[in-house]
Each structure stands twice: as structure tokens, then as C-alpha cells.
T-cell receptor, first 113, second 114 residues
Framework: DAGVTQSPTHLIKTRGQQVTLRCSPK?????VSWYQQALGQGPQFIFQ???????QRGNFPDRFSGHQFPNYSSELNVNALLLGDSALYLC????????????FGNGTRLTVT | GENVEQHPSTLSVQEGDSAVIKCTYS??????FPWYKQELGKRPQLIID?????GEKKDQRIAVTLNKTAKHFSLHITETQPEDSAVYFC?????????????FGKGTLLTVNP
């Protein structure tokens, strides 16, 4: 049973560029959440997708956007990258139908130069 | 919004000793409190969680206690082992239910010395 998978594992981008990160949820899960984890900090909630719609959003600018596909996989897009966007981006999945805890992927390490 | 404070930021113990990490939260509506362990370069992994209708939960060497009135919860690890060394995060869920967004503390780096 595959867990949460994310791609790519590492990414280097230049300021002003755009990036797309991908996530496949754990089998049986239908809800995907994205978190940003800066070095030495706890994960910060970006947004959550359920039934292909953004259900909740944290305090992140509109440069951060996302999408969920019919197969429950998800993408995180960040436009006009800033140096401060350098972080580990974690995807987490859960099942809406029960009190399912979040299962995290290994993350994508984004470096903006 | 919810704010979670976590203490201490670093904790060093001798193998076999107990370790305690404490967290406070601000939103009285929060009702789900998980703890995650994150080893260097790896994903956060859920080690134990507690809901607001329960005061204490135990799983082998790990226990969590919750005081709703004081809005604080704690992680207790007994008989620590070197493999317990990691960063531990507490979190609280707003709005009720595990599917809602989690607000994390800043983490505690636990070092267990052999």
C-alpha cells in the first residue's frame, strides 16, 4: 500500500520563476492538504482540497494556488517565486469519511536562488 | 486564528530517562491534538493523538495528557532510547475534526544520549 508520494524531491528555481509540485494521496484517501515547512520551523498550513475544490486556506498570498484532480491527486503552484519561498513543501492526505489522521509525504525541497 | 506554543525547543536526556514536551493552544474550539515525530530529512510521522473528550491516552512508552481548561497538552516518553532522538511537533486542529487544518508548534529537538 503506497503512502503519500510527492514529486520532485528537490527543485532549484530562480526568483520570479514559477513552480509546480505534485502529490498523490495515500490509497483510500480523498483529501489533500499542503504545508510549508521552513528550516527549523513547524509546518504551516497552505490550503486543503476536497472534491476538487479548495476547502480551507491559510495565510498565504494568491501566488500560491492549487488543484485537485478527479483521482484525488493534487498540484501546488507558486508564481513569482521569492527567496523566502525556499522551504520543504509537504503534502498530507486523509479520508473525509472518518476521523482519519493526516499522513505526510516526504516533501519537496524547494530552493529559490 | 489558532496559536500553538511548544516548550522546550531543545531537550537532552540520558537513555532510560523520561522526556516531557509541553504545548499550549489558544483556540478553545480546537478538539484534536496530534503529535508528530520528524527525523532528519524525513516526513513527519504521527506517533499519538488525543481528542478533547479524552484526558489521557497511552501507547506503550508514549503518553499524551490534555487539560482543556488550561488549554495545554503534553507528550510523555518513558524509558527513552537513542532511536527516540528526533524533532517532535505538537499540533491543534481548528474547527473540529481531524480533516481541518492543523496549527503546529515550532518543534522540540529531543536528543537521547546513550
Amino acid at each position: 500500500d503506497a503512502g503519500v508520494t510527492q514529486s520532485p524531491t528537490h527543485l532549484i528555481k530562480t526568483r520570479g520563476q514559477q513552480v509546480t509540485l505534485r502529490c498523490s494521496p495515500k490509497s483510500g484517501h480523498d483529501t489533500v492538504s499542503w504545508y510549508q515547512q521552513a528550516l527549523g520551523q513547524g509546518p504551516q498550513f497552505i490550503f486543503q482540497y476536497y472534491e476538487e475544490e479548495e476547502r480551507q486556506r491559510g495565510n498565504f498570498p494568491d501566488r500560491f494556488s492549487g488543484h485537485q484532480f478527479p483521482n484525488y491527486s493534487s498540484e501546488l503552484n507558486v508564481n513569482a517565486l521569492l527567496l523566502g519561498d525556499s522551504a520543504l513543501y509537504l503534502c498530507a492526505s486523509s479520508w473525509e469519511g472518518g476521523n482519519s489522521p493526516l499522513h505526510f509525504g516526504n516533501g519537496t525541497r524547494l530552493t529559490v536562488t | 486564528g489558532e496559536n500553538v506554543e511548544q516548550h522546550p525547543s531543545t531537550l537532552s536526556v540520558q537513555e532510560g530517562d523520561s522526556a516531557v514536551i509541553k504545548c499550549t493552544y489558544s483556540d478553545s474550539a480546537s478538539n484534536y491534538f496530534p503529535w508528530y515525530k520528524q527525523e532528519l530529512g524525513k516526513r513527519p510521522q504521527l506517533i499519538i493523538d488525543i481528542r478533547s473528550n479524552v484526558g489521557e491516552k497511552k501507547d506503550q512508552r508514549i503518553a499524551v495528557t490534555l487539560n482543556k481548561t488550561a488549554k495545554h497538552f503534553s507528550l510523555h516518553i518513558t524509558e527513552t532510547q537513542p532511536e527516540d532522538s528526533a524533532v517532535y511537533f505538537c499540533a491543534a486542529s481548528e474547527g473540529g475534526g481531524s480533516n481541518y487544518k492543523l496549527t503546529f508548534g515550532k518543534g522540540t529537538l529531543l536528543t537521547v544520549n546513550p
